[in-house]
C-alpha cells in the first residue's frame, strides 16, 4: 500500500503569512495527487488535483506543486477563512490514501 | 452540480452490521466519469478511505479493514451503500460519501456526513 506522510502536523501562522505543507508518498505516484481543505464539522472540499490543478471556485493564494513523492501546498498569504486542516490524498492505485492532516492555527 | 447525502442508523451495536445509503442528486449515478466512495473520519482524528464503487459494480476496499466491508450500487435508485460488518466502538466515527471524478478519482463532490456510534 501507498503511505502519505504530511508534515508538519500543526502549523501557527499569522494572517497575510505564506505557509507551505509537505505531503511525501511512500513510492511515485506521478501526479496523481489532491489536497483537501476541512473546517471543523464540515466535509472536506478540494482545493487542488493531479497535484497543481487549481479547483474551479478556490482562490487563487492556493497552489500546489510536486511530482514523484514530493508535494507541497501553498498559501501565498494566508486569510482568516484559511485555517483550517488539509489532507493530502493519492489516487495512484485502487487503494486511495490520505495524509494525517495538517491543522493551520492561529499563531 | 452533484449533491450527495448520507442515511442511515446512528447507533450500531457492537458486533453488528452498520449499514449506510447514499442518495446522489444532480447528475446520474452511471455516468462513465466517477467513482463513488465511502470515507470515515473517527472524532479528532484523520480521513480514512473505505472503499469504492463504480456503477458497473467494480469495487475496491480498503485493505486494513480485513474484508469487513461490502459496497454496492443501486442505478434505478441513483443510490450506493455500504454494510460494514462485525463493528467494534473503533468504528465510530463520522462516514462520508463522496463522488471521485475521473480520471484520477479524486473526491470532488461530498456528502455532509453522518455520526455513526458503536455502542450497547
Known amino acids: 500500500d501507498i503511505q502519505m506522510t504530511q508534515s508538519p502536523s500543526t502549523l501557527s501562522a499569522s494572517v497575510g503569512d505564506r505557509v507551505t505543507i509537505t505531503c511525501r508518498a511512500s513510492q511515485s505516484i506521478s501526479s496523481w495527487l489532491a489536497w483537501y481543505q476541512q473546517k471543523p464539522g464540515k466535509a472536506p472540499k478540494l482545493l487542488i488535483y493531479?497535484?497543481?490543478s487549481l479547483e474551479s471556485g478556490v482562490p487563487s493564494r492556493f497552489s500546489g506543486s510536486g511530482s514523484g513523492t514530493e508535494f507541497t501546498l501553498t498559501i501565498s498569504s494566508l486569510q482568516p477563512d484559511d485555517f483550517a486542516s488539509y489532507y493530502c490524498?493519492?489516487?495512484?492505485?485502487?487503494?486511495?490514501?490520505f495524509g494525517q492532516g495538517t491543522r493551520v492555527e492561529i499563531k | 452540480q452533484l449533491q450527495l447525502q448520507e442515511s442511515g442508523p446512528g447507533l450500531v451495536k457492537p458486533s453488528e452490521t452498520l449499514s449506510l445509503t447514499c442518495t446522489v442528486s444532480?447528475?446520474?449515478?452511471?455516468?462513465?466519469?466517477?467513482?463513488w466512495g465511502w470515507i470515515r473520519q473517527p472524532p479528532w482524528k484523520g480521513l480514512e478511505w473505505i472503499g469504492s464503487?463504480?456503477?458497473?459494480?467494480?469495487?475496491y476496499d480498503n485493505p486494513s479493514l480485513k474484508s469487513r466491508v461490502t459496497i454496492s450500487v443501486d442505478t434505478s435508485k441513483n443510490q450506493f451503500s455500504l454494510k460494514l460488518n462485525s463493528v467494534t466502538a473503533a468504528d465510530t466515527a463520522v462516514y462520508y460519501c463522496a463522488g471521485q471524478l475521473g480520471p484520477g478519482w479524486f473526491f470532488d463532490s461530498w456528502g455532509q456526513g453522518t455520526l455513526v456510534t458503536v455502542s450497547s
Open positions: 464503487i463504480y456503477y458497473t459494480g467494480i469495487t
Open positions: 493531479e497535484a497543481s
Open positions: 490524498q493519492q489516487y495512484n492505485s485502487p487503494t486511495w490514501t
Open positions: 444532480g447528475g446520474s449515478i452511471t455516468s462513465s466519469t466517477y467513482y
